[in-house]
């Protein structure tokens, strides 16, 4: 697997809200059909938001019909908005999809 479309609940503390972007990177599927995948990233600022780091990881495993589940986990999220520094998390997400789908 090489390209992840991820979303999370995060909780600022004063603030909750969803937390969504894509990455891209190696992610192999192992001889069990399992797979992870860990990354502590530096994101482009956007319109609102500067300075954004993150730490994530997700895993999963395959079953011979291409069916996939594992869980996703936003361990960090911090960025500056309008002045002001925020530090977020979520917790552990089951996620399950199709291949190809």
Same mark, same amino acid.
């Given at each position: 697997?090489?390209?992840?479309?991820? *979303?999370?609940a995060?909780? &600022?503390? +004063? $603030?909750?809200? /969803?937390?969504s972007?894509?990455?891209?990177g190696?992610?192999?599927?192992q001889?069990?059909?399992?797979?992870?995948?860990?990354?502590? $990233?530096?994101?482009?600022?956007? /319109?609102?938001?500067?300075?954004?780091t993150?730490?994530? $990881?997700? *895993?999963?495993k395959?079953d011979a =019909?291409?069916?996939v #589940?594992? /869980?996703?986990?936003?361990k960090?999220? *911090?960025?500056? #908005?309008n002045?002001?520094?925020?530090? &977020?998390a +979520?917790?552990?997400?089951?996620?399950?999809? =199709?291949?190809?789908?």
């Amino acid at each position: 697997m090489t390209t992840y479309r991820l *979303s999370a609940a995060v909780d &600022c503390g +004063s $603030e909750t809200g /969803t937390f969504s972007f894509v990455t891209f990177g190696p992610g192999p599927i192992q001889a069990d059909l399992m797979f992870s995948r860990a990354a502590d $990233e530096t994101r482009p600022d956007q /319109t609102d938001l500067r300075n954004i780091t993150l730490s994530w $990881e997700i *895993s999963g495993k395959f079953d011979a =019909k291409g069916n996939v #589940a594992g /869980t996703f986990f936003l361990k960090r999220l *911090s960025f500056d #908005a309008n002045g002001t520094h925020s530090d &977020c998390a +979520s917790r552990p997400t089951a996620w399950q999809a =199709k291949l190809g789908a």
